[in-house]
């Protein structure tokens, strides 16, 4: 007797995945987890503050602001999309699993944002600054703040090298822009999303404000190019942590 013939596979292949786009939740519920989290962070992100500056009143308030914010922002967007969408929040990490594989291509993505988005873009702004006899406005004065104390960095550190990735790829890229590509191709998606991402940045002057909306959106679109392909927040995050991670460590350095 010959041998049955083969039955083709039921396993998932990777072009079998769900796109980042089948999701429950849409544009709407993602501006307004943003609008909760600036509401939820000025007010509750307050009241905790003034707590913990009783506890560690040597330490500076921003430094503490920091992590207390984006801490509120994951809050905000994992508990709105369990609540409005039952068991749906885990799909903020996206379709594909999470791996080594796709950890590593994350240090790559970061350290490929480094040199385009920090390096080459921050160069040819200050060339073309340096053309119209100008001079780039400062910026990330607050950081800079914290910077310059040295009990402060552990802080800093742990803000924006471990929290910061995780909520913000969580806000913008799991759920904003993952809704965005329910309704639009995938360069408008990107620029929106960047373009929320980059607002959300905000410096004490206005010229400083847009040097960073320079850098920062096309970050964030980037960003969002690596979560349609990789479709694992993973890859982001990673990237996102690395990005973070050389430029804390350049301000704690001149600091």
Same mark, same amino acid.
């Given at each position: 007797?010959?041998?049955?013939?083969?039955?083709?596979?039921?396993?998932?292949?990777?072009?079998?995945?769900?796109?980042?786009?089948?999701?429950?939740?849409?544009?709407?519920?993602?501006?307004?987890?943003?609008?909760?989290?600036?509401? %939820?962070?000025?007010?509750?992100?307050?009241?905790?503050?003034?707590?913990?500056?009783?506890?560690?009143?040597?330490?500076?308030?921003?430094?503490?602001?920091?992590?207390?914010?984006?801490?509120?922002?994951?809050?905000?967007?994992?508990?709105?999309?369990?609540?409005?969408?039952?068991?749906?929040? +885990?799909?903020?990490?996206?379709?594909?699993?999470?791996?080594?594989?796709?950890?590593?291509?994350?240090?790559?993505?970061?350290?490929?944002?480094?040199?385009?988005?920090?390096?080459?873009?921050?160069?040819?702004?200050?060339?073309?600054?340096?053309?119209?006899?100008? %001079?780039?406005?400062?910026?990330? @004065?607050?950081?800079?703040?914290?910077?310059?104390?040295?009990?402060?960095?552990?802080?800093?550190?742990?803000?924006?090298?471990?929290?910061?990735?995780?909520?913000? @790829?969580?806000?913008?890229?799991?759920?904003?822009?993952?809704?965005?590509?329910?309704?639009?191709?995938?360069?408008?998606?990107?620029?929106?999303?960047?373009?929320?991402?980059?607002?959300?940045?905000?410096?004490? %002057?206005?010229?400083?404000?847009?040097?960073?909306?320079?850098?920062?959106?096309?970050? +964030?679109?980037?960003?969002?190019?690596?979560?349609?392909?990789?479709?694992?927040?993973?890859?982001?995050? %990673?990237?996102?942590?690395?990005?973070?991670?050389?430029?804390?460590?350049?301000?704690?350095?001149?600091?």
């Amino acid at each position: 007797m010959s041998d049955p013939l083969p039955q083709p596979s039921t396993e998932a292949t990777p072009a079998d995945r769900p796109p980042i786009s089948d999701v429950p939740w849409n544009i709407g519920d993602a501006l307004l987890v943003i609008g909760i989290w600036l509401l %939820t962070g000025f007010f509750v992100g307050g009241a905790m503050l003034i707590g913990l500056q009783q506890l560690f009143p040597e330490m500076e308030a921003q430094a503490l602001s920091l992590p207390i914010t984006l801490l509120i922002m994951i809050a905000v967007s994992v508990g709105y999309v369990q609540q409005r969408y039952p068991g749906a929040a +885990g799909r903020l990490l996206g379709p594909a699993a999470r791996s080594w594989q796709a950890l590593g291509w994350g240090v790559l993505a970061g350290i490929f944002a480094l040199l385009v988005f920090a390096v080459g873009l921050g160069t040819v702004l200050e060339l073309l600054a340096r053309l119209t006899r100008g %001079t780039l406005p400062e910026v990330q @004065e607050t950081f800079r703040d914290i910077a310059a104390d040295r009990s402060a960095a552990p802080v800093l550190v742990f803000g924006s090298v471990l929290v910061a990735p995780l909520a913000e @790829e969580l806000c913008f890229r799991g759920l904003l822009f993952s809704a965005l590509r329910k309704r639009f191709p995938l360069w408008p998606a990107m620029g929106l999303s960047g373009l929320a991402f980059g607002l959300t940045h905000v410096q004490t %002057t206005l010229d400083g404000y847009l040097l960073v909306l320079l850098i920062v959106m096309p970050l +964030g679109m980037f960003l969002a190019f690596t979560y349609e392909r990789s479709r694992t927040l993973l890859v982001p995050i %990673t990237a996102h942590a690395v990005f973070n991670l050389v430029q804390v460590a350049l301000l704690i350095r001149q600091g």
